[in-house]
């Protein structure tokens, strides 16, 4: 079992930057993949960016390359998304999410289907 808590949201200028964080509980984090999702009213929950459980590979959502990056610091069982030169259109609860299914593997999972456990999400709003 994995819990996720995010943390980092908040209020931000079109071309500001904020930097969330995903703290992991368990013992299985470093065995994990991680995710970020977001959700806007009325869309479909989609991906942003994920991270193999090795650190060794990422992968972006076209609408976020260039602009996201995620990392991950196993000694803090934390995976965080930076997040700069923002748009109106990145406002949406951004979520992360963990797989275990992936471990041992070169995969990085990037449809939700393949996340097991996610978090509550944290509100980003992006003001023009």
């Known amino acids: 079992q994995v819990q996720l808590v995010e943390s980092g949201g908040g209020l931000v200028q079109a071309g500001g930057s904020l930097r969330l964080s995903c703290a992991a509980s368990?013992?299985?984090?470093?065995?994990?993949?991680m995710g970020w999702f977001r959700q806007a009213p009325g869309k479909e929950r989609e991906f942003v960016a994920a991270?193999?459980?090795?650190?060794?590979?990422?992968y972006y959502a076209d609408s976020v390359k260039g602009r996201f990056t995620i990392s991950r610091d196993n000694a803090k069982n934390t995976v965080y998304l930076q997040m700069n030169s923002l748009k109106p259109e990145d406002t949406a609860v951004y979520y992360c999410?963990?797989?275990?299914?992936?471990?041992?593997?070169?995969?990085?999972?990037?449809?939700?289907?393949?996340?097991?456990?996610w978090g509550q999400g944290t509100q980003v709003t992006v003001s023009s």
């Open positions: 999410a963990a797989d275990q299914r992936s471990y041992g593997s070169s995969r990085v999972p990037q449809n939700k289907y393949e996340y097991d456990y």
């Open positions: 368990g013992r299985t984090f470093s065995k994990s993949a």
């Open positions: 991270i193999r459980w090795s650190g060794g590979s990422t």
